[in-house]
C-alpha cells in the first residue's frame, strides 16, 4: 500500500508555494528523464537475454512484465508528484 502525499499547507512561517512547486518540478524533471531512459533500455528484456533458460518464452514474458510493472509505478509516481505540485501551486495563486 501507498501512503497519499499530503499537500502542505502554504503559511508566513513556512515555505512559499513557488519556491515548493520549484522543487518539485525539479523532482518532475528527473522523473521524466528517468522514463526516457527506461523506455531505451528495453535490450532488458529482449529474448535473445533468456533463450537459455528452461522456458526462455516464459521467462522472457515474466521479465517484460516486470519491467512493465516499474514503469507503471514511475509513471504513477510522476502523477502524484504533478498533482501536489498543482495543489501547491493553487494555494499561491
Same mark, same amino acid.
Not at 68 to 73: Q, T, Y
Given at each position: 500500500?501507498?501512503?497519499? *502525499? #499530503? #499537500?502542505?499547507?502554504?503559511?508566513?512561517?513556512?515555505?512559499?508555494?513557488?519556491?515548493? #512547486?520549484?522543487q518539485?518540478?525539479?523532482v518532475?524533471?528527473?522523473?521524466t528523464?528517468?522514463?526516457?531512459?527506461?523506455?531505451?533500455?528495453?535490450?532488458? #528484456?529482449?529474448? =535473445?537475454?533468456?533463450?537459455?533458460?528452461?522456458?526462455?518464452?516464459?521467462? =522472457?514474458?515474466?521479465?517484460?512484465?516486470a519491467? *512493465?510493472?516499474? =514503469? =507503471?509505478?514511475?509513471?504513477?509516481?510522476?502523477?502524484?508528484?504533478?498533482?501536489?505540485?498543482l495543489?501547491?501551486?493553487?494555494q499561491?495563486e
Amino acid at each position: 500500500m501507498t501512503l497519499p *502525499l #499530503v #499537500v502542505p499547507k502554504i503559511n508566513l512561517n513556512g515555505n512559499s508555494a513557488a519556491s515548493l #512547486v520549484e522543487q518539485l518540478a525539479a523532482v518532475l524533471k528527473a522523473i521524466t528523464t528517468l522514463k526516457a531512459t527506461m523506455a531505451e533500455a528495453s535490450d532488458v #528484456v529482449h529474448g =535473445r537475454n533468456f533463450q537459455t533458460f528452461d522456458d526462455p518464452v516464459g521467462t =522472457r514474458d515474466l521479465a517484460d512484465a516486470a519491467w *512493465l510493472e516499474r =514503469r =507503471r509505478m514511475i509513471e504513477v509516481l510522476h502523477q502524484d508528484i504533478t498533482a501536489l505540485a498543482l495543489a501547491i501551486q493553487e494555494q499561491g495563486e
